[in-house]
């Protein structure tokens, strides 16, 4: 499975921050968040990493040449940094593995691969993402809802009290899901 890490946006909600440094690539414990997320990767036996880069795209260029990971090939996918999501993620499409993880660049959830999909029997779906009950996000506010009696998940772009689980950022996907890109 290939891994797809979503490294492109301005982050402005990070201020004065992000004028001077990627997102990802904000430093926490002296380690870029990035690196964390890739190590995560590269322990899981992941082989292939396309990082969807945009904005302060040299910045990544730096990076990838100071670290070593064992495994794991990561290839750079620049985009302009005003791309949609799914246009940074559309532009891969012949690349891509038949089922492949999209993860945000400005999330960390350590969690083992393996254990998780077996867990939830992902690999007969087209899609889905790693969610946690809204009891451990700190507003109290989701932006899933899953409605058990009709079988279907919900999803806000904004948090609201009535969603009950909180979308994580790690997402799995299947190729057959590029036939809903416009």
């Known amino acids: 499975m290939d891994a797809v890490i979503?490294?492109?946006g301005r982050g402005k909600r990070l201020g004065k921050i992000t004028n001077h440094i990627a997102k990802p690539l904000v430093t926490i414990n002296n380690k870029p968040l990035l690196l964390y997320t890739l190590t995560q990767l590269d322990r899981e036996n992941f082989k292939r990493v396309f990082l969807c880069i945009g904005y302060k795209s040299y910045q990544f260029e730096n990076f990838l040449s100071k670290i070593k990971l064992k495994n794991l090939k990561i290839i750079l996918s620049k985009g302009h940094w005003r791309w949609e999501t799914g246009k940074r993620i559309y532009h891969l499409k012949n690349k891509l593995s038949s089922k492949f993880m999209v993860l945000y660049g400005d999330n960390f959830v350590d969690f083992k691969k393996?254990?998780?999909?077996?867990?939830?029997?992902?690999l007969k779906g087209n899609f889905t993402f790693l969610i946690q009950n809204k009891l451990y996000s700190n507003d109290g506010e989701g932006n899933v809802r899953i409605d058990k009696k009709k079988n279907s998940i919900?999803?806000?772009?904004?948090?609201?009290?009535?969603?009950?689980?909180?979308e994580l950022g790690y997402m799995i996907l299947s190729k057959k899901c590029f036939k809903y890109f416009k």
């Open 114 to 122: 393996h254990n998780y999909l077996k867990k939830r029997k992902i």
């Open 6 to 8: 979503l490294c492109g």
């Open 154 to 166: 919900h999803y806000s772009a904004k948090r609201r009290e009535d969603y009950n689980y909180v």
